[in-house]
């Protein structure tokens, strides 16, 4: 099968819908398929080898966030590279995202499949002003995932439809694997890790609280934070308590020694969380997991059986579900039992399995219908019999 990938983001740099779309095309690879990414990149040269570069990416802030996407018009270019290609299947990430999904829609003869990756509580206004124009691409969509049934929610918002639900994956054995602790947190104390950026929606503020109420009741207790970016201003804040660590911009490869070396997970995030990837790695390392009640994570895991689900924003019950882990050895056991067993279903072998088999079947029903219009074609020229 030959597939094309798009990508409106800077495959210049990491995130996570080009990391999800490196990981399907390494598999789809090996299993033979021909592929091809399409993307834009700020440092062309350093991913010539990766990806057709189409456009210069801008920062535009969505969600919170910035999201570095091209405005070229690259319709000229696209229309002779989908002729050249002869794909069978374009699947478009984030295809309402402008401007590079658009040009692939308007001249593909594919099936096109189109992921949705993002979720927000309050909705999307980029969405909500683009409807009038972007509802004619999508309707060029012939299939439709969603990473989560909160990405589907966001999107339903503005655009009716059946969404297919295929999460996100993890290399699991890359977090399953035993690791060699960290030797200056292997010290006896119950290591409690958050990981994530230092965005507001990620709630670092709400455990920290919750710690300090914590270390009113416990000596033999530490709080790790690891993230990408800059900790600084909860550094400062932090400075008087040297039981809470900040550790910035840790090499993936070296992450999951972190995880190892950790008793506890905490994930106390506010909102506008599509899936929770964070958490799937925890329960992949064999970490118990105390997370924020919301509808990503609620997604990924159940209250009692896999994690603990605890109020957002609410420092009290952040401390009570991180101490109730604490106290009771024999549950966080169970759940670290059931919650690695759980994460391998989101292992990137069984998601992309799901995604080609959503794929075989548009390309079939595809296939069918334009039969079904060749055989009325011929017909109606008197080139075949009734």
Known sequence: MRIAFISPYDWSVHGGVNSHIRHLADIFREWGHDVTIFAPASEPEQVADQCVVLGKPYGLRVSGSVARITFAWSAPRVKKLLAEGRFDVIHLHEPLMPLLPYHFLRYSRAANVGTFHAAKDGGLRLYGY???FTRRWFRKLDGKIAVSPAAARLVSRYFAGYFNIIPNGIEFDHWSEPR???PEFDDG?????????PE???GLKYLLRAYLRLRQKRDDIRLIVVGAGDFTRYQRL??????IVFRSNVDYEELPRFHHTSDVFCAPNTGNESQGYVIMEALAAG?????????GFAGVITHESEGLLVRPKDEAAIEEGILRLIRDPALRE???LRGQEHAREYGWDTVAHKVMSYYERLVYERQQVEEVHARRRARATGTVGP
């Open 130 to 132: 683009t409807r009038p």
């Open 180 to 182: 060699e602790k960290l």
């Open 189 to 197: 104390k119950v290591n409690i890790l958050f990981v994530g950026r």
């Open 200 to 202: 507001k929606r990620k």
């Open 238 to 243: 932090m400075e008087p308590f040297p039981d």
């Open 287 to 295: 970490l118990p997991v105390v997370a924020s009640n919301i509808e």
């Open 334 to 336: 169970r759940l670290a």
